[in-house]
């Protein structure tokens, strides 16, 4: 991989209405235009989660182009070539996923899921913004990656450890 092209990469998670829309977005604004990144569904819920949306709305992410979307659009023969793809849910990372040309290199990264947080409003924005956090240490990691100096295997490995690696909040989901 070249070190002064753009990657594309795909988030995946089973309703495409929280996890994977975080990531998309943390990546297209911190990616600093190395990275540009999607995300889409299995089963895709036709909106992002409201409380996903209200948390990148009060940190300034661009959202107007959020949309939750099936994992279809990027399997077409003229959908962007993919370099990464990511499962950021456990239940997408267990489907089988469509054959996506290039053959990019694939992790899964669970997170818990803010679609299922229970309690008050608040506690369900709190919720949500500690998996924002947990996603937004992950793409740390991973741009912070020598991409062109790693061979596919060593990517790969260093992705898995990354996927690993814990935040300080439960990989469980919410009380």
Known sequence: MAEDRIYNVLFLCTHNSARSVMAEAILNRDGKGRFRAFSAGSHPAGRINPNTRDLLERLRFPTDSLRSKSWDEFAAPDAPRMDFVFTVCDSAAGE??????????????????????????????????DVFRQIQHRL?????????????????????????????AAAEGPA
Not at 102 to 128: I, L, M, N, R
Not at 143 to 168: F, H, K, N, V
């Open 140 to 168: 740390q990691a991973f741009m912070s990656l020598p991409i062109a100096s790693l061979d596919r295997l060593a990517l790969r490995r260093r992705l898995d450890e990354i996927g690993r690696e814990t935040s300080g």
């Open 96 to 129: 089988v996923c469509p054959v996506w040309p290039g053959q990019p290199v694939t992790a899964h990264w669970g997170f818990p899921d803010p679609s299922t947080a229970h309690g008050s409003e608040a506690e369900k924005a709190a919720f949500t913004a």
